[in-house]
């Protein structure tokens, strides 16, 4: 705090206030939040299984949700069974979890502190952030998040969330109807974003969030959110990999304060089309996984070194953090062990060469409907 003796420039405080923010960047996912747990397309049979062994017995501490992955409800259930308790806001809703909960009272225990949970503001909620973190809250069977994203820079029709659906855990629906732009059709084209962010600041005063940030934002839209946010966003989670390593955003991210995180950062082997090409295939990063695997030193030990740990490495070092999901316990581990890999030098350059390869884009989701994204 500067004494009241000190006479301080406006200049001085943007810079001081910039220094802050970059400090706060640097350490906001140290080991072991550096590596997130993802819950796409995680179905509600393998959640209890996946997040315990993940966070009891390997390590990984942020669990990355969203409503339109519709499965909150089951990851909340699964969630409970991790931290050994019901919480206030709600109560199970299957007798079998609680079965299944009862059955491993031996294992250890987390604290909702040891956790940081994210969850999103779906497209079609983005005129009520308050109501949809309410419900995001109930089917997570949490009392607060960590992180609250805006899931993409583009609002639809607001999706009418009774109170039946809301007091109930899930939607009626499943996630269809939160991420249903009706081919571009539902896009809300009068909706600001300052206007969702504006609500996404209010947010923070209540209690039930602790940090808010963006996710899909590229330089133009989150520049754009910079000039009038009071609060800035902490965090924009976007698709990162050696085929989109999207260095003028993560550079622009850096710049102001904003941490980059990665999703997809194994190239989406589980959601991409056939026809697309394999960033785990990919002979150079096969090239570099062979290279660190083998014996080392004066051991006689065989390290196995994956081509997803190559990559999940390469994010690492370019100070990002990543979202990475599997179902497999042995890739739980395998990626996990990412934080252990140096690449070098000569290794960085290798994925740099990698040719460009967009996974998720939304300008074939949302037809003719001229919303620039990533354009």
Known sequence: RISSGTTTTSSQKRTT??????????????????????????????????????????????????????????????????????????????????NESNNNNNLPRLHRSDLYVVSKLPSALHHNPSRALAKTLRDLRLEYLDLYLIHWPVAFEPYDLTDREFLQRGYDDGAEP?????????????????????????????????????????????????????????????????????DHLVTYCQRRGVHFQAYSPLGTPGYKESSEPSLLQHPVVQSIAQRHSGNHGTT??????????????????????????????????????????????????????LPPWRFFRPQEWWGDMPVAVFD
């Open 178 to 246: 939160l991420d249903d732009s009706g081919n571009g059709q539902k896009i809300d084209l009068q909706r600001s974003i300052h206007d969702t962010w504006r609500a996404m600041e209010a947010l923070l005063e209540t209690g039930q969030v602790k940090q808010i940030g963006v996710s899909n934002f590229p330089v133009s839209l989150l520049h754009e959110l910079l000039t009038r946010a009071t609060v800035p966003p902490v965090v924009n989670q976007c698709e990162g990999h050696p085929f989109l390593p999207q």
């Open 17 to 98: 206030t910039n220094a802050k923010r970059i400090m706060r960047m640097k350490p906001l996912f140290p080991p072991p939040f550096t590596i997130g747990l993802g819950t796409m397309d995680l179905t509600a049979q393998d959640a209890p299984r996946v997040i315990r062994q993940a966070l009891l017995h390997i390590g990984y501490r942020r669990i990355d949700c969203a409503p339109v992955y519709g499965n909150e409800a089951a990851i909340g259930d699964a969630l409970q069974d991790v931290l050994g308790g019901s919480s206030s806001s709600s109560s199970s809703s299957n007798d079998d979890n609680d």
């Open 300 to 353: 006689t030990t065989t390290t196995t070194i994956t081509a997803a740990q190559v990559l999940i490495a390469w994010a690492l070092q370019r100070n990002t953090s990543v979202v990475v999901k599997s179902s497999s316990d042995e890739h739980l581990r395998d990626n996990w062990r990412a934080l252990e890999l140096q690449l070098t030098h000569d290794d960085l350059e290798q994925l740099q060469t």
